[in-house]
């Protein structure tokens, strides 16, 4: 009865009916996604140890110490939120909510997997649009913004430099990031993800090698993370821009830096190893893009992670070198590439 | 005449509360951005303000003007404004105001 009622409504009001799912979707999203950005911290910390031959997390939750996540979250909540007495209050309180309210602009337009039914189909994404990859494109330039604000606000010099060697690595490596999306646009004839998961019968990682390597170190440095972490480079400038914050506005930065992991290896995922792309398997044919699209990122992850406990940090310096003298012009002929294969080939 | 009946259609409603709302926003920030007496402060409500005009672009169903305006004018034209007045010295401009 109450479905008949929903289903007359959809057919009335066809537009509030996607407005009510569309927020629904997204509240269910937005607590998932921190759900899994805590598990990726567990998982984190577990293959570090693992990397480093020691235990890891394992005294909270039994062998696995799966139970520590949760006890890190309560730590991080109930401890003193200090402000500094210098610090620019307003901006300093915004800066956490900022970083991940951004972040989470990004999880809006990117697929979570798809599955299969009645032989269709159906991509799991809050907004479907035609032009997604270039709105998550976006998305992710506005990153820098959220890290010069608790930079600036701390009114602390190794937070400032923190915030100095951010914006330059952001805007070096933006310009190659988003000519490798264009790329991969021009080669799948579309700016949507879910289609551009659909065009690729080849995988992109075959189709342009240059621009997965290029994307994949891009990604990496937006992400922040090891080896081009020099935002918060221990030795150097303590912890960047994090260094005056404390509690539970440290714990929204932290948190923030997962979610983007998380979201930049489903980008990975989507833009060059085919998404949720995969034979079908027979018996789970219902949920088997879900298998495959966890599959591949799963590996991405701890790719991430390999890559992080392998190499040493660069300098700031060899980086922005690295991004505008190197991998520019490279995704330059990465582009030619894709537009000679794409537009003259297929 | 105008015909008072569409006030009560509901999608209109929906428009107007959308409208009037970014509407608002883009002047509050606007006006703040021209009186803060912070150079820092004036940036971020300007950013504020940018990204109600992208909303407004995306009510009225022009997403890539609205996506594009994201991208030009919040992640680069406003984070160059941001850097640039971040290289400018704090004290000298203080001095400078009360003076």
Partial sequence: ?346 | MIDLTQFYDIRFLIELGVFSLFAVIILGLSILTVYSRNMVHSGLYLLGSFAAVAALYISLNATFVGVAQVLVYIGAVGVLILFAIMLTRKTLMEEESHG
């Fill in chain 1, 1 to 346: 009865m109450v479905l008949s009622a929903i289903t007359e409504f959809a057919a009335q009001e066809p537009k509030i009916y996607g407005l009510i799912i569309g927020l629904v979707a997204a509240a269910i999203l937005a607590s998932v996604i921190n759900v899994v950005a805590m598990l990726l911290v567990w998982l984190e910390r577990k293959v570090m140890g693992d990397f480093q031959a020691r235990y890891g997390p394992n005294r909270v939750g039994g062998r696995w110490g799966v139970l520590q996540l949760g006890a890190d979250a309560v730590k991080l909540f109930t401890k003193e939120d200090v402000i500094p007495r210098g610090a620019d209050k307003p901006v300093f309180v915004w800066a956490p909510i900022v970083a991940v309210a951004t972040t989470m602009l990004v999880a809006g337009a990117l697929p979570f997997g798809a599955v299969i039914i009645d032989g269709k189909e159906i991509p799991l994404v809050v907004a479907n649009m035609d032009i997604s990859a270039f709105y998550i494109e976006a998305a992710l330039s506005i990153m820098a913004i959220s890290a010069f604000m608790a930079g600036w606000s701390s009114n602390n010099k190794y937070s400032m430099l923190g915030a100095f060697r951010g914006i330059a690595r952001m805007i070096a490596y933006e310009v190659p990031m988003g000519i490798c999306v264009i790329s991969v646009a021009i080669m799948a004839h579309s700016l949507n993800v879910v289609e551009i998961v659909q065009a690729q019968s080849i995988w992109f990682v075959i189709a342009q090698p240059i621009g997965f390597v290029i994307f994949a170190i891009a990604l990496i440095t937006d992400l922040g993370r090891m080896p081009f972490d020099q935002t918060e480079a221990e030795e150097e400038i303590i912890a960047g821009y994090n260094t005056e914050y404390s509690g539970i506005r440290f714990g929204l930065l932290y948190f923030q830096e997962y979610i983007v992991m998380l979201l930049g290896s489903i980008l990975l995922v989507h833009l060059y190893l085919g998404g949720w792309n995969g034979p079908v398997i027979p018996v789970i044919s219902f949920i088997s893009p879900m298998i495959w699209f966890f599959m591949k990122l799963i590996i991405v992850l701890v790719a991430l992670i390999w890559v992080r406990v392998s190499l040493p940090r660069f300098r700031i310096d060899q980086v922005t070198d690295l991004g505008w003298k190197i991998l520019l012009p490279l995704s330059m002929v990465n582009l030619a590439w894709a537009v000679v294969v794409g537009l003259y080939f297929a």
